[in-house]
């Protein structure tokens, strides 16, 4: 059975910086492909970032290009959110979230339903 356990959240001023975790376990993840999503109060969830298990294809949606780093440690089954210059609307409930059998070539899975797994999710409050 597949897990996926999100931590990192937190409550930090605008233009500061956290580090999201998700740690996965259950399966051999070097087939995968792995999201972060997130779902602000009454918005529905949306993409943020992606990246296959082996590192070679990342994707970001437009709000957090060069704000947000995607990363992974194989080592350690874990995938990283690097959130940098957060701003008040980046505050939501952030998932991780896993999908089985990724397209091959570039990655640009960004919907809910391609996603197999899911975390609990971590809350991210940022104040103005």
């Known amino acids: 059975q597949v897990q996926l356990v999100e931590s990192g959240g937190g409550l930090v001023q605008a233009g500061g910086s956290l580090r999201l975790s998700c740690a996965a376990s259950?399966?051999?993840?070097?087939?995968?492909?792995m999201g972060w999503f997130r779902q602000a109060p009454g918005k529905e969830r949306e993409f943020v970032a992606a990246i296959t298990w082996n590192g070679g294809s990342t994707y970001y949606t437009s709000s957090v290009k060069g704000r947000f780093t995607i990363s992974n440690d194989n080592a350690k089954n874990t995938v990283y959110l690097q959130m940098n210059s957060l701003k008040p609307e980046d505050t939501a409930v952030y998932y991780c979230a896993a999908d089985s059998a990724p397209s091959p070539g570039s990655y640009r899975a960004t919907r809910l339903y391609e996603y197999d797994y899911w975390g609990q999710g971590t809350q991210v409050t940022v104040s103005s």
């Open positions: 259950g399966r051999t993840f070097s087939s995968y492909a």
